[in-house]
């Protein structure tokens, strides 16, 4: 007896991607090039021609996509910002008292943001910015600031809710830790035999400590 055919189920073709997909696609392999060849060649080996050619496209597709290496540099410090905020967003710190909230944000800054690679590409970006005194400058100073306004807030917010002393200043405290961050990862950047799981815990009691308010 003959064996019946055998049936094959239909396939559902797979959804095409839009235009707008594909290019947010392509800009996001373009950038983590980019951080690649930043963190581990330097800030001049990230031309645009090598970045589109890592990325695994045109070499003429980073200037098409961002025009200028500055331009390529101020989308990475966009991208690295939008990280940021969606760690937060995932450990759900709006949730959180204020010191809960302040604490989660430097515990994960230095636990896993600031061993990142593309995060090691933004510390040797800015200190180019620096040294070099380029217009990136701006950029650096414009996203700092947004880290310094949503410290604040979650200060402001411990301030109410009263996990945190009413003395401590939001603005001053958030430059303070700001500031304490920049320079932790900097320093591991510059040694990385820098403890930074012990600098972590101590900072943590440290703010734990400080923020306190007294019960």
């Known amino acids: 007896?003959?064996?019946?055919?055998?049936?094959t189920a239909p396939t559902t073709p797979a959804a095409r991607r839009t235009q707008a997909e594909r290019?947010?696609?392509?800009?996001?392999?373009?950038?983590?090039?980019?951080?690649r060849l930043i963190a581990t060649e330097g800030v001049?080996?990230?031309?645009?021609?090598?970045?589109?050619?890592?990325?695994?496209?045109?070499?003429?597709?980073?200037?098409?996509r961002f025009g200028s290496k500055p331009a390529l540099i101020e989308a990475l410090i966009t991208h690295l910002h939008?990280?940021?905020?969606?760690?937060?967003?995932?450990?759900?710190?709006?949730?959180?008292?204020g010191r809960d909230a302040v604490l989660a944000f430097a515990d994960l800054f230095l636990r896993g943001f600031?061993?990142?690679?593309?995060?090691?590409?933004?510390?040797?970006?800015?200190a180019s910015a620096v040294a070099d005194i380029t217009p990136s400058r701006a950029a650096f100073a414009a996203s700092h600031q947004m880290v310094s306004q949503r410290?604040?807030?979650?200060?402001?917010?411990?301030?109410?809710?009263?996990?945190?002393?009413?003395?401590?200043?939001?603005?001053?405290?958030?430059?303070?830790?700001?500031?304490?961050l920049l320079g932790l990862t900097t320093q591991h950047l510059i040694d990385a035999a820098t403890d930074l799981a012990g600098l972590r815990t101590a900072m943590l009691a440290g703010l734990r400590a400080g923020l306190a308010a007294v019960q």
Not at 23 to 35: D, Q
Not at 44 to 64: K, P
Not at 82 to 97: I, K, P, Y
Not at 154 to 178: C, F, K
């Open 1 to 7: 007896m003959p064996h019946a055919p055998a049936v």
């Open 23 to 35: 290019r947010a696609e392509s800009e996001r392999g373009l950038l983590m090039a980019a951080a």
């Open 44 to 64: 001049a080996a990230a031309t645009l021609e090598r970045v589109g050619a890592m990325a695994g496209y045109s070499r003429g597709l980073a200037t098409q």
């Open 82 to 97: 939008g990280r940021l905020e969606a760690l937060l967003s995932e450990a759900q710190v709006e949730s959180m008292t």
């Open 114 to 126: 600031a061993l990142d690679e593309e995060v090691r590409a933004y510390f040797m970006l800015m």
């Open 151 to 180: 410290l604040q807030a979650m200060i402001r917010r411990g301030h109410q809710d009263g996990s945190i002393t009413p003395e401590v200043s939001a603005p001053e405290v958030a430059t303070l830790l700001g500031s304490t």
